[in-house]
T-cell receptor, first 116, second 114 residues
Framework: DTGVSQDPRHKITKRGQNVTFRCDPISEHNRLYWYRQTLGQGPEFLTYFQNEAQLEKSRLLSDRFSAERPKGSFSTLEIQRTEQGDSAMYLC??????????????FGPGTRLTVT | KQEVTQIPAALSVPEGENLVLNCSFTDSAIYNLQWFRQDPGKGLTSLLLIQSSQREQTSGRLNASLDKSSGRSTLYIAASQPGDSATYLCAAAYSGAGSYQLTFGKGTKLSVIP
């Protein structure tokens, strides 16, 4: 197993365009998290999935953001009508869980988004 | 509101020195606490995980402690090396609505001078 992977690693887009990021978790992990990190700050929680169900969304996740995890495997995060304030590193993490209790979170390399 | 604070924001030490990084959290009802390392422009590498029922964890030259009653955790790095230079983040997991999402500090940027 090669760990959590994210694609693309870098994305430059113009304001107003839509972008989509992909995350492939560690294969046996049923929990998947999205975080956002801006320069000089720690990552902030956006949303998480238990298998294919999206169970919680942060207030940071405006209605321009949507996330999916079809079939409980990979996940996508889409941002519509991007704004310059969306420029950040988008991090994906996965973990196993025993029932509703999760174990250690493992992070991917992130997707750095720059909105010009 | 649950908050995690890391002090200092930056630390510079000569190679070979032992050092301690500090992390404090406002809510003692944490589920676990993780320490991460982040290299510039990269993702997070998990270093140590301490469950709320544990007091410390060790991995190689790293030792992390947890004191829930005082709301503090420390990461001890023995015999520091230039390769240890990175930003170190601590993150607390709270049960909350069931997500056990991580609440992060802003990190301590460590520079180990050869």
């Amino acid at each position: 197993d090669t760990g959590v992977s994210q694609d693309p690693r870098h994305k430059i887009t113009k304001r107003g365009q839509n972008v989509t990021f992909r995350c492939d978790p560690i294969s046996e992990h049923n929990r998947l998290y999205w975080y956002r990190q801006t320069l000089g700050q720690g990552p902030e929680f956006l949303t998480y999935f238990q298998n294919e169900a999206q169970l919680e969304k942060s207030r940071l996740l405006s209605d321009r953001f949507s996330a999916e995890r079809p079939k409980g495997s990979f996940s996508t995060l889409e941002i519509q009508r991007t704004e310059q304030g969306d420029s950040a590193m988008y991090l994906c993490a996965s973990s196993q869980s025993s029932g509703m209790i999760p174990y250690e979170q493992y992070f991917g390399p992130g997707t750095r988004l720059t909105v010009t | 509101k649950q908050e995690v604070t890391q002090i200092p924001a930056a630390l510079s030490v000569p190679e070979g020195e032992n050092l301690v990084l500090n992390c404090s959290f406002t809510d003692s009802a944490i589920y676990n606490l993780q320490w991460f390392r982040q290299d510039p422009g990269k993702g997070l590498t998990s270093l140590l995980l301490i469950q709320s029922s544990q007091r410390e964890q060790t991995s190689g030259r790293l030792n992390a402690s947890l004191d829930k009653s005082s709301g503090r955790s420390t990461l001890y790095i023995a015999a520091s090396q230039p390769g240890d230079s990175a930003t170190y983040l601590c993150a607390a997991a709270y049960s909350g609505a069931g997500s056990y999402q991580l609440t992060f500090g802003k990190g301590t940027k460590l520079s180990v001078i050869p």
